[in-house]
Nanobody, 114 residues
Framework: QVQLVESGGGLVQAGGSLRLSCAAS????????VAWYRQAPGNQREFVAAITSGGNTNYADSVKGRFTISRDNAKNTVYLQMNSLKPEDTAVYYC????????WGQGTQVTVSS
């Protein structure tokens, strides 16, 4: 059974940084595409960043240059380093893994105060 557990969310001031983690069991993340999505209150879930099994990365325009997705194969964990955070980054952040992203975590709340 695949389980994804996000952590690292919290409250931070605008301009600050957070690093989110997505720890996996039941799946080898280095062999699958992994993505981060987010959902703000009243909004649809939106794509943030992704990393392929080959290590290629892709970012939403809104986070490009500020967020970095990476993977630690030994820890079977994917990270999202978020710098220069803005209030509009406030959302619940989810990681998703596998072809077509069939597996999702429970989410971690990120709140950026102005």
């Amino acid at each position: 059974q695949v389980q994804l557990v996000e952590s690292g969310g919290g409250l931070v001031q605008a301009g600050g940084s957070l690093r989110l983690s997505c720890a996996a069991s039941g799946i080898i993340l280095s062999r699958k595409p992994v993505a981060w999505y987010r959902q703000a209150p009243g909004n649809q879930r939106e794509f943030v960043a992704a990393i392929t099994s080959g290590g290629n990365t892709n970012y939403a325009d809104s986070v490009k240059g500020r967020f970095t997705i990476s993977r630690d194969n030994a820890k079977n964990t994917v990270y999202l380093q978020m710098n220069s955070l803005k209030p509009e980054d406030t959302a619940v952040y989810y990681c998703a893994a596998g072809w077509g992203y069939p597996s999702w975590g429970q989410g971690t709340q990120v709140t950026v105060s102005s």
